[in-house]
């Protein structure tokens, strides 16, 4: 996700860059209560990655595995 990297190189700390593409743009979007943030009550798809966003945020490129509607996707 190259827009992550530009986010980073233009001040955003990796917390905040991981922020602004999952819960703000669900927001932006009108979808803030459905998806966006982990919580009881909202769909949930997971993509497993090799690493720790927080540290290193090009991790979200490095995609072990995806979880679609409760199943693995490929």
Known sequence: MWELSHLKGSGFSNFEALEAATRINA???GLGDKIGTIEAGKMADF???DGDP???VEAVSRVRG???GGRPFM
């Open 27 to 29: 927001e932006i979007i």
């Open 47 to 49: 993509t497993f990655i």
């Open 54 to 56: 927080l540290s290193d």
């Open 66 to 68: 995806t979880v679609k």
